[in-house]
């Protein structure tokens, strides 16, 4: 069964120090896709970054990249230059790939909640 | 700016009460997603539309939730009756399917249900 995995429940970071959210997923799959997600204290999910298993580069958007180590099988989020406005939980989430057409879900982690500190 | 939209946002209602929470995908999407979000349980999938067919709702108890897409631009979720339990935060999420492919999940801002 595929499954994702946080290990830090919380984390603390500087202002504008860079920091990094651990991932860990199984799949026997070769074939997926690795989302993260942020969800601040207002409750909205935003995505912030896609790193498809087969893509060669590590995902980059802005001051956040995706170092994918596919052997290991983890996707760590970097996050460059906190900002305050960074402080929320941020999930990391599998995308199942279903050759028969059936459920794209995406199988999240527990989260890691992030406090950036001025 | 498109972005998935929800209502309500927030709903208080008493056990034993029917509840209808709205969903109204991005423009252009053709799959939507109804998770529910608790703190036991995190992030989980109630159920999926492709292209308005259900393609799963195996998360989702069947006795009293229901879910549908009468056209491409709404879909619904229905708890008939709630009970404490179903207390929780539901999201909608849209994306484009292409083949076997569900493009990146973007959420809307949630429906924070509580039953009394």
């Known amino acids: 069964a595929q499954k994702i995995t946080q290990t830090q429940p919380g984390m603390f970071v500087q202002e504008k120090e860079a920091v990094t959210l651990d991932c860990t997923y199984d799949?026997?799959?070769?074939?997926?896709?690795l989302f993260w997600y942020k969800q601040p204290s207002s409750g909205e999910m935003i995505f912030l970054i896609y790193?498809?298993?087969?893509?060669?580069q590590n995902a980059t958007e802005g001051r956040y990249s995706l170092n994918f180590q596919k052997a290991r099988k983890s996707a760590n989020l970097v996050i460059s230059a906190s900002q305050l406005g960074d402080s929320a939980m941020y999930f990391c989430?599998?995308?199942?790939?279903?050759?028969?057409?059936?459920?794209?879900?995406?199988?999240f982690g527990t989260g890691t909640l992030l406090a950036v500190q001025p | 700016d498109a972005r998935v939209t929800q209502t309500p946002r927030h709903k208080v209602t008493e056990m034993g009460q029917e509840v209808t929470m709205r969903c109204q995908p991005i423009?252009?999407?053709?799959?939507v997603f109804w998770y529910r979000q608790t703190m036991m349980q995190g992030l989980e999938l109630l159920a999926y539309?492709?292209?308005?067919?259900?393609?799963?709702d195996s998360g989702m108890p069947k006795d009293r939730f229901s879910a549908e897409m009468p056209d491409a631009t709404l879909a619904t979720l229905k708890i008939q009756p709630s009970e404490p339990r179903d207390s929780a935060v539901y999201f909608c999420?849209?994306?484009?399917?292409?083949?076997?492919?569900?493009?990146?999940?973007?959420f809307g801002p949630g429906t924070r249900l509580t039953v009394l």
């Open positions: 999420a849209s994306g484009l399917s292409v083949g076997t492919n569900t493009d990146t999940q973007y």
């Open positions: 799949t026997s799959d070769p074939s997926y896709g």
């Open positions: 790193q498809g298993s087969y893509d060669q």
């Open positions: 989430a599998m995308r199942e790939v279903n050759y028969g057409g059936a459920t794209n879900k995406l199988i």
């Open positions: 423009l252009g999407h053709n799959t």
């Open positions: 539309f492709r292209n308005r067919a259900p393609l799963d």
